[in-house]
């Protein structure tokens, strides 16, 4: 059956780039080898049925240790299903549409912002530091650029361009979403591209214009940036996952709150959509009672301005002015929702202020305890 899904997926990849059919090839290895080991007589797709194979394979991806993420798991579903309907049809058997329904992919989930705790993100950015090598000044470039790390390792040794007087910027290849684009770096992350490149300058291998060197290929260079990035975290005493792309999340999420505006966080993560960005950045209490005492200080409609709650204005911390910050943070909730569309971001805000009136409900507990 190999022969038979490697063509197929050759055929469904045909327009796509050049990861779609290490993806699907990924999977099909997946199955096949399941399919090996607990149904050695199963020969031919005639021979295939949603119970035992099928089911049997969805249970074993569950099993899997350590655990697949749910994206994970979602792909490898929905590769085997549009293999299986593509065979279907070349193959002449209806019934091989039928193995892997609609209903067996997980829905989408909605990812709360995962930026790195502020002191994590601390103690990791100095133990980087500390060590100063080719990874560690990666890893760095990530943290103060927002780049993915895909797009890290993709940089040119040229990547630093002068865009204007006393200005530089980095320059990101065509990425993820197939878009390139500058990104305005001040004089640290200037020193750090700089280091990579005396380091690159030192290595033995050959130039190839890259700014970090690939003896081995590109999956190569990534997977050994992913295991150094696991000793790091490890190093720091940190128990808790914590994965490369939180440093994009960390990036955007300082952006917002050092002033930059929505559109332009939205462009420097190099995103097509402003839903994509709401994942990203952490919106919190104190960012939603800053900009709401900004908006009365300088109001922008005719609403008069609401003074601050006397509990606010308090130093003391008691369970009333929690409350009250929490009702203040719904209500600034609630006028910016007002204004969107129906829509995705109105569809988040909903959600965002669903878990808003929870946390209220459960605050009021601690004042009655």
């Not at 993420?69 to 039928?98: K, Q, V």
């Amino acid at each position: 059956m190999a022969p038979l899904f490697l063509r197929t997926a050759q055929s469904l990849t045909t327009s796509l780039n050049r990861d779609a059919f290490r993806f699907y090839h990924g999977t099909i290895r997946n199955f096949l080898n399941f399919l090996g080991a607990q149904y050695p007589d199963v020969q031919s797709l005639q021979q295939l049925r949603r119970d035992p194979h099928i089911l049997g394979w969805f249970a074993s991806l569950r099993s899997h240790q350590p655990s697949l993420a749910t994206i994970t798991y979602t792909i490898r579903l929905f590769h085997l299903r549009r293999m299986l309907e593509e065979l279907a049809w070349t193959e002449d058997l209806p019934a091989l549409a039928r193995l892997v329904l609609r209903q067996d992919i997980p829905r989408q989930e909605h990812y709360l912002p995962r930026p790195i705790p502020p002191d994590q993100d601390t103690m990791i950015q100095q133990e980087l530091l500390r060590r100063g090598d080719r990874n560690s000044n990666a890893f760095l470039l990530l943290r103060h650029t927002g780049m993915r790390i895909g797009e890290c390792v993709d940089l040119s040794f040229d990547c630093l361009r002068l865009v204007g007087s006393d200005s530089w910027a980095i320059h990101v290849p065509l990425g993820k979403l197939k878009t390139d684009r500058l990104i305005p770096v001040d004089s640290f992350v200037c020193r750090l591209v700089e280091r990579l490149r005396l380091l690159r300058s030192q290595d033995p291998f050959p130039a190839d214009g890259f700014l970090l060197a690939r003896p081995t290929g590109r999956d190569a260079l990534i997977h050994r940036l992913r295991n150094f990035w696991r000793d790091i975290v490890a190093t720091v005493g940190i128990a808790k996952r914590v994965v490369p792309h939180q440093l994009r999340h960390s990036y955007g999420t300082e952006m917002l709150r050092a002033g930059v505006t929505f559109a332009a966080v939205m462009k420097l993560l190099g995103h097509l959509t402003p839903e994509m960005t709401m994942r990203y950045v952490e919106v919190c209490l104190l960012d939603l009672q800053r900009e709401f005492h900004l908006a009365c200080s300088q109001p922008r409609h005719l609403l008069p301005p609401s003074p601050s709650p006397a509990s606010i204005r308090s130093s003391n911390s008691n369970s009333a002015s929690l409350l009250d910050s929490l009702h203040l943070a719904q209500h600034v909730l609630e006028m910016f929702r007002r204004t969107l569309p129906q829509g995705p971001d109105r569809r988040l805000l909903d959600r965002l202020a669903n878990r808003l009136s929870k946390i209220t409900s459960e605050a009021k507990k601690l004042g009655q305890g």
